[in-house]
């Protein structure tokens, strides 16, 4: 997703006066993994990921699909409006490891590998979405950041679905006009399960063959519950 030139990224980075984070989508073994570095990584269970995307996809405006697609250096086939329903795109996007996006279940897993590195941490948005005030301490513990109990009310209120889908159209310039009604399309339901009401059993059932087929087993477990069995 090479939407903006490298060197600006660049730029905005070495521009920064707090601690300098970025965000990626790529997998573990494609990052230039760096001690100096943590990092988090946020998984969902895919069949959440294909209603997200569902909705960005079917939302994204012609210029940002035009800026996608159009970008020099852009890897693998160019992104479009769906032109089918989200059980179709589910499957679609099943058959075809969430192709024209990035990998998915070999990025999962590339994570997994690495989690027991002492500057990874793994999230999942099943717990951010449970306890979510704990996570941001988790977070914070692993970030060496003390917590201005001062600020906890409204750190919490600021991470929450309602604060966010509120003041969507602030949270970025560069992608404020990139969906149909602005950033608040983007910040869409923050639930989880909608595939619930579409899928029939064959087809969660699909979906499970190929998470272990993919995936270690504790991998898997991880992915759809955001609970580790060395926990237990």
């Known amino acids: 997703m090479r939407v903006l030139p490298l060197e600006e990224v660049m730029a905005t980075l070495k521009a920064q006066t707090h601690r300098r984070f970025m965000k990626t989508h790529l997998p573990a073994d494609a990052l230039r993994f760096s001690p100096k ?56 996007w099943l058959d075809n490891d969430a192709s024209p996006a990035w990998p998915y279940w070999s990025n999962i897993q590339s994570w997994w590998d690495v989690r027991h590195a002492p500057n990874v941490q793994l999230l999942h948005f099943n717990n951010l979405k449970a306890d979510m005030p704990g996570e941001i301490r988790r977070i914070a513990a692993f ?62 059932q699909k979906y499970e063959d190929a998470a272990a087929t993919n995936l270690t087993p504790a991998c898997a477990h991880w992915l759809a519950t955001g609970s580790s069995p060395e926990a237990s």
Request: proline share 6%; hydrophobic share 35%.
């Open 37 to 92: 570095a943590k990092y988090l990584y946020l998984g969902r269970d895919g069949r959440d990921v294909v209603w997200s995307w569902y909705n960005h996809l079917s939302n994204m405006t012609p210029e940002f699909f035009d800026m996608l697609n159009n970008t020099p250096g852009r890897v693998g086939p160019p992104m479009e409006r769906p032109t089918v329903d989200v059980r179709q795109f589910f499957h679609d």
């Open 143 to 204: 970030l060496d950041i003390d917590i201005d109990e001062s600020r906890w009310p409204a750190i919490v209120e600021h991470c929450g679905f309602d604060y966010m889908k509120e003041h969507a159209d602030s949270l970025s310039a560069t992608f404020k006009d990139a969906f149909e009604g602005g950033l608040k399309t983007f910040i869409y339901k923050g639930t989880n399960n909608r595939w619930r009401d579409t899928l029939g059993p064959e087809e969660i």
